[in-house]
């Protein structure tokens, strides 16, 4: 995988959406990434890598579509486990907001004008 640099990272960074600004930083991104490695009993090795796999999907180094490929190089697994690992990725870290997330962020905002 190739390293980039701080400089690097903070120009990409910053031209990321801002839900995937907010993922990299995340303690819930973190968590999943934990939950991944263990359901799945990832070696020290493998559980190092897929921070930065992750990391560097967010600031779309590669895309959704060449993740499965990035996960069987990078961490030595099985194509149906790194399908399934993709599927996991996309549902809990990539995906938009849940509308009753949606809902509570309205609702603030709504207070606030108030």
């Known amino acids: 995988m190739r390293e980039i640099s701080e400089d690097e990272f903070w120009q990409l960074y910053k031209n990321i959406p801002l839900n995937q600004q907010k993922a990299i930083f995340s303690e819930k991104t973190a968590k999943i990434i934990r939950d991944l490695s263990s359901r799945y009993k990832l ?7 897929l921070p930065e796999i992750v990391g560097n999907l ?10 499965s490929l990035v996960l069987q190089e990078e961490l030595n697994i099985e ?6 690992f993709k599927k996991e990725i996309n549902a809990f870290i990539l995906a938009p907001p849940s509308l ?13 004008l108030s």
């Open 79 to 84: 194509p149906v486990l790194a399908e399934d």
């Open 43 to 49: 070696n020290s090795t493998q559980e190092q890598k």
């Open 100 to 112: 009753e997330e949606t809902s509570s962020t309205v609702d603030k905002y709504r207070e606030s």
């Open 58 to 67: 967010l600031l779309n180094l590669f895309s959704l579509s060449d993740l």
